[in-house]
């Protein structure tokens, strides 16, 4: 870029010696030619491609004259005398505007300026012309000439005290204070704000809706209970805080199949080694001997499934047959499949180490099982402060972070071992905060990216100014916007958790600041033609940036606050972010950019000369007509000019054929997307992770350890009984050649039996214990037992009335062969049958029966066999669920609770604000506990109830059982219900399913599995939920006053109404960015045809888009499309906004020659869109490359939401730019206004005389 001094003469610098009048002190031709103009009332004529500046060396006078025919050659190449004022007529003036128009029109004017004038001098003139421009003695004078004249500035027209000039004088100052303003606001804000990052989609699914309100109401409340757990064992005062890791292995189907299963020894050694290694990592050992004493066996060796296939077997003597065994996962020899299994089943945790849906078989191989870890360490007591309780707890997260980024993390992507060369298992995890680490980990890794971005921009930018520090600082300055907005909105907002998506601001901020940034540049590179003083530059500079970049920016800032119409809570903060955004880059380059142009031109002067020389020895070619660039877009014009119609037909029938042939193959996705790729763990193990229930219910915050202790019972219902036994174990009578050992739910039994010796009553009791079957049904005991009892009886004993009844399901039993070590675990079932007697002689007796098959247990001798065959019949078949069990939807009632109906607009809300305890709720009344138990014992057919999980209805039995009724007394149900939490062996024990405080039950949920599918569509699930709503509101109106207030929620019925009212809220928020777009550009150019032109081509941009996401890419429409349309609306908008804003300036009809068309209107069109392209075109086409290659630099980020977007950002650049130079200009040419704006503003300004001042024409 050249010094505002320099000058172009016939396409080169021209420099020569200085002038006489500079050494002599005459008056300049520049000065009699001035005062000549300002008699004769300014007129005169401007060549194409000339400089505006009335005193600039290729004016042209009224004399005819150029200014090197003063005391030499005139322009016909004859002598002349000095300008005479008034020398040139009126009509000799015409034929001097009429000559140059026509030169422009053909051509000749582009030679003209060549050779140095408007008019054609000879061929010898032309040739001298050539020589001068070449001399490098000459063009070291006009250097040092121009610098002389720059450092001697001309007086500035603005006041001492007007702030352009204390800008102007003062530049580094200026530049160094508002830096410092920025970077110091910058600094204090993230030193002392924290920064959180949200993670999961889950937050785009947090509508306004009623049941998005009430479910994050739930789960707020839920969250309120395990953030901090008391322990029931310590005292009561001690605090807790926990963090979980989950993994999850896979059989692959490569070097062990399948049908083999993870009870394989091959996949136990390996699962052992993996965990091993785990536990060895440095920081786990520290962290679980930190861990609570009740809880340092949850992380080692943690619940995991080696526990129960792997324990430690203690023998006692020489017995062959363990006496117990250890839960330590430190065993040498692996217990059987089943016994292992039961032992799990017995400890309540068979979900937690096996899918939900997998069906227990003695040879059962599961593919996948889940090992689950818990770090326990105290954090404070109650009696802390909050603020140390919120130290301790931040302290611990971020130790936690580092210890899973640093240890943890590798060695789960590393995986388990390899067996004969091939990946059999497949490892993969969840954890604690685990989402938002490793998005944390994929953005500091891509930040690489942003600074390529970066540096892509600087080096155009570096292209554009040849200024390294506008280079370096300009960018910089538009992307502290972002960090400045996080800041005001944690100040203002109270908002200090952002969504990761906000991170997409760092690249469209760059495409959004580079766009203000070519126009300040621009503007001031053309200030020079007008002013020749610095201020006067800078003040003009002001006036033209200004206005011209805040239409663009205002109208994209609210179409990005247009999103806080929407009903999802992410778009709102989003859309108010971006907004907030864009206007504060708008005034950083304002405030720091425009001084630093200044700054810039007085300090780097030289080494942009260095620039210039090492590109060709000549300096920057300046033309009013904006260079090679003003000149292309002139050849553009004139070529889609004479096929304006044509262009403006394809274009309009590309859009309908795209639209048309994408409408038919749109496919709604009405899934939850990914933010990471198709291979990572969060995809690629999801399929393995839904296999399980949820870890939230099995290992939810008050799971304690099971007993490390499992008994073996050897002696066979030793003294009738059997009740401590974990395992029932035997050595085999005999060896047997037999190689079926599963119950085929059907056969005969061989049974030994015992008699009973002890006193009794009238009632006798025959204990029947069934090794083969885990359970017989009625139609079984009474088809097959009735019959058996009934002839091996004695004869004065009657069975009694009611003897049927289920069996009780009893520990398997393993028989163990010694001698060919094959060991069997058959199911163990006991009834016990009541009978009537007539006489004393026998209380009754045992039974011990072993069904299907001949191996039996080694039994004393007091066990004699019973020649009757037990003959068991096939059961008849139970009812099937229409829908696998983890496959069912969820549905919680929440009785106690109460939510408010208000949200909030912007900002972070508290999660103790969303929700609270109903005062009036009361479970000490007895109708409050009549009524909750009526909810879960009367579950209409419409609601497919297939399980549920009720506190009220399992503390009525315990209340029963203790007190003897139900319901309890006021006074009573306090202390009744703490013993029942604590000591109950119901479901429901513990605080899952209740909120206590202060002793007291404040609240309860009651969960229900319904054999509905979760995966239903929105239609069928919305319907179902109406079911459900009816059946609470009239539960609630039933109810005594203590009881009501209960309401039902469901993650179901959250995606159902989100996805609705997210196409909804979609089409109402892209209606009113449409037509806040609208209105914008209408405030700006006071034209609804122009205003309609920019609504249509973002229109069609969108259209482009939809085309690009479902035909070219076949990509379904789901969350990330619709949140990348709504977020690209207002990047859409800019550069057709650039277009048609200068189309409608006045300055149009004064700075851009007319062209000689017939029609008088096209003349006018094509006049306004030439200025239009030559004035803008350079900032849009600068604009769209930084975005373009910061766009394209966001294809490659580890996260696919912003693959997606960046590929869409690209797209969106590129239609946008072709559309805003091609179509759209050749719109304006065919239909665009020729007197843009409303008759009454036109009006008003010539009524007032404020239409703006005529520049001179080129």
């Known amino acids: ?552 920016t205002g109208t994209t800032a609210l179409s990005f606050l247009a999103n806080l119409a929407s009903v999802i809570r992410a778009l709102r903060q989003f859309g108010f972010f971006m907004g907030v955004c864009v206007m504060l880059a708008w005034v950083l380059v304002g405030a720091i950019y425009a001084p630093l142009l200044v700054f810039d031109l007085r300090c780097h002067r030289r080494v942009r000369r260095c620039w210039a020389s090492i590109r060709g020895g000549t300096a920057k070619k300046v033309e009013t007509s904006g260079g090679w660039k003003a000149r292309l877009f002139v050849k553009w014009l004139r070529f889609s000019f004479r096929f304006r119609h044509v262009i403006f037909l394809l274009t309009v029938l590309l859009l309908l054929g795209g639209v048309g042939v994408s409408l038919p193959a749109i496919k709604v996705s009405t899934e939850l997307p990914s933010i990471f790729p198709a291979e990572h763990n969060d995809n690629a193990g999801q399929a393995t992770r839904d296999l399980f229930e949820a870890a939230s219910t099995t290992f939810s915050s008050s799971f304690d350890e099971p007993e490390t202790t499992a008994t073996v019972c050897q002696e066979p219902m030793a003294n009738g009984v059997n009740s401590g036994c974990s395992i029932n174990w035997c050595e085999a009578a005999e060896t047997v050649d037999e190689t079926t050992t599963e119950w085929a739910g059907s056969g005969t039994c061989r049974c030994f039996r015992r008699e009973l010796t002890s006193s009794c009553s009238s009632y006798a009791y025959a204990r029947q214990r069934f090794v083969g079957p885990s359970s017989l049904t009625t139609s079984q005991l009474i088809n097959g037992l009735q019959p058996y009892l009934t002839t091996t009886k004695p004869d004065n004993y009657t069975l009694a009335s009611g003897w049927t009844q289920d069996p009780d399901e009893m520990p398997s039993t393993l028989i163990q062969e010694w001698e060919t070590g094959i060991t069997v675990v058959r199911g163990t079932c006991d009834l016990t049958v009541r009978m009537v007697r007539s006489d004393t002689s026998t209380c009754g007796w045992d039974d011990y029966c072993f069904c299907g098959s001949q191996r039996v247990c080694s039994l004393g001798s007091d066990w004699q066999e019973v020649s009757e065959t037990l003959t068991i019949p096939v059961a008849t078949d139970d009812r099937r669920l229409a829908v696998a069990s983890a496959k069912q939807l969820k549905v919680y009632t929440v009785f106690g609770l109460q939510v408010p109906t208000t949200v909030k607009l912007l900002g972070q809300e508290d999660t103790a604000d969303t929700w609270d305890f109903l005062t009036n709720f009361d479970l000490r009344q007895p109708w409050s506990q ?55 062996g119901s479901s429901t024990r513990g605080t899952r399913y209740i909120w206590q405080l202060g002793g007291e039950i404040k609240a309860i949920y009651v969960s229900v599995s319904a054999d509905f599918s979760k995966n239903a569509g929105t239609t069928e699930m919305l319907a179902f939920k109406a079911l459900w709503d009816a059946y609470v509101d009239d539960w609630n109106n039933e109810a005594f006053v203590t009881a009501r207030g209960a309401f039902h929620v469901s993650e179901g019925w959250v995606t159902a109404e989100s996805q609705g009212e997210l196409i909804s809220s979609t089409v109402q928020t892209l209606a009113i960015l449409f037509g806040l777009a609208f209105l914008a550009m209408f405030a700006f150019t006071k034209s609804c045809t122009v205003s309609m032109y920019v609504v249509v081509a973002t229109f069609g941009v969108v259209c482009g888009l939809v085309f690009f996401m479902i035909r070219v890419n076949a990509w379904e429409i789901g969350l990330i499309e619709v949140v990348a349309i709504i977020y690209f609306i207002g990047y859409a908008l800019d550069y057709s906004l650039h277009i048609a804003f200068k189309y409608c300036s006045d300055d149009a009809m004064v700075q851009e020659k007319p062209e000689p068309f017939k029609n008088k209107k096209s003349v006018v069109r094509f006049q306004r869109t030439a200025f239009a392209l030559k004035s803008m075109g350079s900032a849009v086409m600068g604009s769209a490359a930084t975005t373009a290659g910061s766009s394209f630099f966001l294809v490659f980020c580890s996260l696919t939401f912003f693959t997606k977007l960046g590929a869409m950002c690209l797209t969106v650049t590129l239609l946008s730019v072709i559309i805003a130079l091609g179509p759209l200009p050749a719109a304006l040419m065919a239909f665009g206004p020729v007197r843009p704006g409303c008759r009454c503003c036109r009006r008003n300004h010539a009524a007032e005389g404020s239409a703006p001042k005529a520049a001179p024409r080129e």
């Open 930 to 984: 009549r009524n909750l138990f009526k909810f879960c014992d009367e579950w209409p057919d419409a609601l497919k109830v297939a399980s549920s999980w009720c506190w009220m209805r399992d503390f009525r039995t315990y209340s029963r059982s203790s007190i003897g009724r139900f319901p309890t007394r006021t006074e009573e149900f306090v202390e009744l219900s703490a013993d029942f939490v604590v000591n109950s």
């Open 1 to 552: 870029m050249l010094p505002e001094d320099e000058v172009v003469r016939g396409g080169a610098v021209s420099s020569s010696a200085p002038p006489p009048w500079e050494t002599s002190g005459q008056q300049s031709p520049r000065s009699e030619r001035g005062e000549r103009r300002r008699r004769d009332g300014g007129q005169g004529v401007f060549i194409e491609g000339e400089s505006l500046d009335p005193h600039g060396p290729r004016y042209r006078g009224y004399t005819g004259q150029s200014e090197r025919s003063q005391g030499g050659r005139s322009r016909h190449g004859s002598a002349s005398a000095s300008p005479t004022p008034g020398a040139a007529s009126p009509r000799t003036r015409r034929r001097h505007r009429d000559h140059a128009r026509s030169d422009a029109t053909d051509g000749r004017s582009e030679r003209g300026d060549r050779d140095g004038g408007g008019f054609h001098p000879s061929h010898s003139e032309r040739q001298r012309a050539r020589e001068k421009a070449l001399s490098s003695a000459e063009e070291t004078q006009r250097q040092v000439l121009a610098d002389n004249e720059e450092e001697s500035e001309t007086p500035t027209k603005l006041s001492k005290w007007h702030p352009v000039r204390w800008i102007a004088d003062y530049a580094c100052c200026t530049v160094l204070l508002n830096l410092a303003i920025a970077f110091g606001i910058l600094g204090v804000g993230i030193a002392t704000l924290p920064l959180e990052i949200e993670t999961s989609f889950d937050s785009f699914l947090i509508t306004d809706v009623e049941s998005s309100i009430k479910y994050n109401a739930y789960e707020n409340a839920l969250d309120s209970r395990a953030g901090y757990t008391q322990s029931r064992r310590l005292a009561a005062t001690q605090i807790y805080m926990s963090k979980d890791l989950y993994v999850y292995y896979e059989l692959t189907g490569k070097g062990l199949q399948l049908t083999d299963g993870l009870f394989h020894s091959k996949a136990i050694s390996a699962i052992s080694k993996f965990e091993n290694s785990l536990i060895e990592l440095p920081g786990w050992q520290t962290l679980c001997r930190e861990a609570a004493n009740e809880s340092k066996g949850l992380c080692d060796p943690g619940m995991t499934l080696l526990r129960y296939v792997v324990p430690t077997q203690v023998f006692e003597g020489d017995s062959l047959i363990p006496s117990e065994v250890t839960l330590d996962a430190k065993g040498y020899e692996a217990v059987e499949t089943v016994t292992a299994i039961e032992l799990m089943e017995q400890d309540e945790v068979t979900t937690l180490f096996l899918p939900e849906e997998l069906e227990i078989t003695n040879d059962v191989a599961p593919t996948a099982v889940r090992t689950s870890f818990r770090f326990r360490l105290p954090c404070c007591t109650s009696a802390d402060s909050m603020a140390s309780r919120r130290a301790s707890t931040n302290a611990f997260k971020t130790r936690w972070e580092n210890f899973v980024i640093d240890e943890v993390l590798p060695l789960l992507l590393e995986g388990a071992d390899e067996l004969e060369g091939e990946k059999f298992i497949n490892v993969w995890y969840s954890a604690s905060d685990i989402d938002s680490i490793e998005v944390k980990v994929a953005i500091m890794d891509d930040l690489v990216l942003v600074a390529l971005a970066l540096a892509y921009v600087h080096v155009y930018l570096f292209v554009h100014t040849r200024s390294i520090l506008l280079s370096l600082l300009g960018p910089l300055v538009a992307l502290s916007s972002v960090p400045l907005t996080f800041i005001f909105c944690a100040v203002g907002l109270d908002a200090t958790t952002v969504s990761f998506a906000n991170f997409l601001a760092l690249f469209l901020i760059v495409g959004f600041g580079a766009d203000v940034i070519f126009v300040y540049q621009d503007f001031w590179d053309s200030s020079h033609r007008f002013h020749k003083n610095i201020p006067d530059r800078l003040y003009w500079t002001y006036r033209q940036a200004i206005y011209t970049s805040l239409a663009t």
